[in-house]
């Protein structure tokens, strides 16, 4: 069965740092695109991040540049979201996905079920 | 401009056709995916490229695209279409992904 399972969510105050997980299975995961996507309470989907199959590309939403890394192991088939200088709007469910790149089109074939990270004073 | 347009809310009579639509200038270059969400739940993807179903989604979701709007159309809805709609293309200067702000379908 293939799955994508989020961990690491959690309450962190503004400033503050959190790393999350997307542990794989199922699928070769170092075929693919991988993406992390967030939704803020009550709001939209919004893209945060992609790494390439070998981790040699990363690209990021501006409001994250510069603060957030996204990473991937292979040989543990799992994709990282480093968050570091966390604000209030950084508030949301945040989804592993497999983005798969398509020459005409990039569609997020398959999605983790969401860890929350919630930051709070 | 770097963003994909979809109007908030769509309502529909149970067994009849919707179309939700998404506008932006990256689909004139690329084509929309299409997601279902429904409360408390993951996105499923629905439609992707120029009109694919994943397996398992019902052949009554189809999807369009002409200059730069892309549409999603169900073809008699169910109670079960209930759900708020995304679409997403890349963004026509590079590597990043666009979302539209979601249409939340209602069956009557």
């Known amino acids: 069965e293939v799955q994508l399972v989020e961990s690491g969510g959690g309450l962190v105050q503004p400033g503050g740092s959190l790393r999350l997980s997307c542990a794989a299975s199922?699928?070769?995961?170092?075929?693919?695109?991988m993406s992390w996507v967030r939704q803020a309470p009550g709001k939209g989907l919004e893209w945060v991040a992609n790494?390439?199959?070998?981790?040699?590309?990363?690209y990021y939403v501006d409001s994250v540049k510069g603060r957030f890394t996204i990473s991937r192991d292979n040989a543990k088939n799992s994709l990282y979201l480093q968050m570091n200088s966390l604000r209030a709007e950084d508030t949301a469910v945040y989804y592993c996905?497999?983005?798969?790149?398509?020459?005409?089109?990039?569609?997020?074939?398959?999605w983790g079920q969401g860890t929350m990270v919630t930051v709070s004073s | 401009s770097s963003e994909l347009t979809q109007d908030p809310a769509v309502s529909v009579a149970l067994g009849q056709t919707v179309r939700i639509t998404c506008q932006g200038d990256s689909l004139r270059s690329y084509y929309a995916s299409w997601y279902q969400q429904k409360p408390g739940q993951a996105p499923v993807l629905v439609i992707y490229?120029?009109?694919n179903r994943p397996s398992g989604i019902p052949d009554r979701f189809s999807g369009s695209s002409s200059g730069n709007t892309a549409s999603l159309t169900i073809t008699g809805a169910q109670a079960e279409d209930e759900a708020d709609y995304y679409c997403n293309s890349r963004d026509s200067s590079g590597n990043h992904i666009l979302f539209g702000g979601g249409t939340k379908l209602t069956v009557l």
């Open positions: 790494i390439k199959q070998d981790g040699s590309e990363k």
């Open positions: 199922g699928f070769t995961f170092s075929s693919y695109w």
């Open positions: 490229g120029k009109n």
């Open positions: 996905a497999v983005l798969a790149a398509r020459p005409l089109e990039w569609a997020f074939d398959i």
